[in-house]
């Protein structure tokens, strides 16, 4: 699978994940020479550590609710039992499968595949961890990121990320997760599913910072209903192991028994010792590497996409800039990348979708603004019994104007916004959401049922 190395290649891509792959394939169907070189696994962080394998925990987590359900639809299920090493198991075959694919897909194209570290020593060479050297006329920096674990606490050596989370030898009973991003959120409900006790600790005042306010709020209460403990204004201290189990103490002094602790405390750029510095590559103020809208780093024929570049640290987002940077420089068509309406998700229980501005982003960039926001039982919940709710949100421009962004908190929350964000990129009105007819019976005919806003921002000023 390695192939021999090069000498000399057009282009040498650091990192086989989202962003690195897909410039390295399209810059060889380009017809450049082309050589990737992989400290891990192809197919980086989303297809071995990150969006795939998560997505498949939530989906095992949510099978637990499915069960509930459906007494009140008339089925008796037998008591469940779950086995975590069958879904472990079961998740690697599928992973291992995707990345076999990956390198298939590289090698039809003609990429050579290097399976090392490889740093850079001057701005056109990059060294292996071999000691071998490669001459490249371009190069590539497609790292991604890597967990940050924070601050040095007593006992950080007994806390999980994301990374380890993936691979726990058991499940849990009790799990203590600091973070309040999306990956935090998402783990508390893969792991709440699964059957632990969680406990989610923030710093802050309320989860999912950035997020609009009341998806943050609805999610919280939500997640809270279905038993996650959620502590905000706090952190933790120090973690120490008592036997099997470990006890957390929080800095308002709180001490928490759990038999896991992980930290989902954000992820930065992976540029550790890549010789940057050597070579002159500047990095921008947020930490990653200083890119301009065609992702042309400071230095000559040296460019950076995806995570390592910090600025929308996304799966779709890295293999679009990838694309883009193999048609600029390969494919003689200069492209640029939209970073605007990118649609996003959190994969936790409720589902969240969100494309557009917040409401808050909305008041301080335009005059006048309209808020429409439904929540209501949906209706599965009235057979089940289960004590839920959906809320949808959209945030438009004026009176009637564009819809600017579109908030879900629900079941199938991601799956909605995925096609909203068609039509908020197309540039819709509410008049065009409102003209669309409702598919009934859905959730999603809310969002072109919300006939009076129930906020409405500017309107005297403008009147
Ligand atoms: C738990 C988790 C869940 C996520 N869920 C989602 C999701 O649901 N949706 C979504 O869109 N995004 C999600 N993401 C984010 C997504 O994974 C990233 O945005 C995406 O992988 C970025 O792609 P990339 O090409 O920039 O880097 P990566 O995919 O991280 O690839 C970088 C590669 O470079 C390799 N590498 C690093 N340094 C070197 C070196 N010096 N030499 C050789 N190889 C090197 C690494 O081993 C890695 O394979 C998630 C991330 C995590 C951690």
């Not at 950080?156 to 997760?177: C, D, G, K, T, Y």
């Amino acid at each position: 699978m390695t192939t021999p190395v090069p000498s000399e290649v057009d282009l040498f891509v650091i990192g086989a994940g989202s962003g690195g792959v897909r410039a390295a394939r399209i810059a060889a169907t380009h017809g450049a020479k082309v050589a990737v070189a992989e400290e891990y696994r192809v197919g980086g962080t989303c297809v071995i550590r990150g969006c795939v394998p998560k997505k498949l925990l939530v989906y095992a987590s949510r099978f637990a609710h499915e069960f509930e359900d459906a007494a009140g639809f008339g089925w008796s299920v037998p008591e469940p039992a779950f086995d975590w090493a069958t879904l472990i198991a079961n998740k690697d075959k599928e992973i291992d499968r995707l990345e076999r694919a990956y390198v298939a897909n590289l090698e039809k194209a003609g990429v050579g595949i290097i399976r090392s570290r490889a740093v850079l020593t001057d701005p056109h060479t990059i060294r292996l961890a071999g000691g071998e050297s490669v001459r490249a006329a371009n190069v590539l920096i497609a790292t991604g990121g890597a967990p940050s674990l924070g601050a040095a606490i007593p006992g950080r050596e007994h806390v999980i990320s994301s990374n380890e989370a993936f691979h726990l030898p058991s499940l849990p009973q009790r799990v203590l997760i600091q973070g309040g991003g999306y990956i935090a959120v998402e783990f508390a409900g893969i792991f709440a599913g699964l059957g632990s006790a969680v406990t989610l600790i923030y710093r802050g005042t309320n989860i999912l910072r950035g997020f609009d306010d009341d998806v943050r709020t609805h999610l919280r209460a939500e997640m809270e209903r279905r038993g996650i403990a959620i502590m905000t204004g706090d952190t933790v201290a120090g973690v120490e192991r008592t036997g099997d189990a470990c006890t957390v103490t929080l800095t308002g002094g709180k001490r928490i028994e759990v038999d896991r602790v992980m930290f989902a405390t954000g992820r930065r750029p992976h540029i550790a010792g890549l010789g940057l510095d050597a070579v002159g590559v500047r990095l921008a103020e947020n930490g990653g590497i200083a890119v301009d809208e065609l992702s042309r780093t400071s230095v000559p024929h040296i460019y950076a996409v995806g995570d390592v570049t910090n600025r929308v640290n996304l799966t779709p987002v890295a293999i679009r800039e990838g694309h883009a940077f193999a048609d600029s420089v390969f494919g003689g068509r200069p492209t640029r990348v939209d970073h605007t309406n990118v649609p996003s998700a959190v994969f936790s229980e409720p589902e969240v979708g969100v494309v557009g501005l917040t409401e808050t982003q909305a008041r301080e960039r335009h005059a006048r603004i309209d808020i429409y926001k439904s929540t209501f039982r949906p209706m599965k919940a009235t057979l089940s019994g289960r004590e839920t709710r959906v809320m949808m949100k959209l945030v438009v421009e004026g009176s009637g104007g564009r819809v600017l962004g579109c908030h879900i908190v629900g079941e199938g929350a991601a799956e909605m916004v995925q096609m909203v964000a068609i039509a908020i990129k197309m540039g819709a009105t509410k008049a065009d959401f409102d003209a669309t007819m409702a598919l009934h019976p859905t959730a999603a005919e809310e969002l072109v049922t919300m006939r009076t806003p129930t906020a409405r921002y500017g309107v005297e000023a403008a009147e």
